[in-house]
């Protein structure tokens, strides 16, 4: 069964760093789209940023441009987000999540995805 597993949130002050990571199982990612998405209470989920299944392009979120880095390592079937420069209203439930196999344009929907991870939580204070 394909699972992916977030780790790596905490609590951080702003302006520091974080470095979220995701690791599948059960299944080889190398052929799918990853992309990071975010939730904070009350509000639904908010694309962050991908990687596509090639790795020849990203995208980004307007509010993390510049300070957020989506990265994979298809050897160790892992996706990152390094986040610098945290501000307070970057705080919310991380998560991992993979399109189908050779996904085709930009996605960015949360239907884009279809394999989720639990969340990892990022809280970022003043």
């Known amino acids: 069964q394909a699972q992916l597993v977030e780790s790596g949130g905490g609590l951080v002050q702003a302006g520091g760093s974080l470095r979220l990571t995701c690791v599948g199982s059960?299944?080889?990612?190398?052929?799918?789209?990853m992309g990071w998405f975010r939730q904070t209470p009350g509000k639904e989920q908010e694309f962050v940023a991908h990687?596509?299944?090639?790795?020849?392009?990203?995208l980004y979120a307007d509010p993390v441009k510049g300070r957020f880095a989506i990265s994979r390592d298809n050897a160790k079937n892992a996706v990152y987000l390094q986040m610098n420069s945290l501000k307070l209203e970057d705080t919310a439930v991380y998560y991992c999540?993979?399109?189908?196999?050779?996904?085709?344009?930009?996605?960015?929907?949360?239907?884009?995805?279809?394999?989720w991870g639990q969340g990892t939580q990022v809280t970022v204070s003043s």
């Open positions: 999540a993979a399109t189908n196999p050779f996904a085709r344009g930009a996605p960015s929907r949360r239907n884009d995805f279809h394999i």
């Open positions: 059960g299944h080889t990612f190398t052929q799918h789209t």
């Open positions: 990687i596509h299944w090639s790795g020849d392009s990203t």
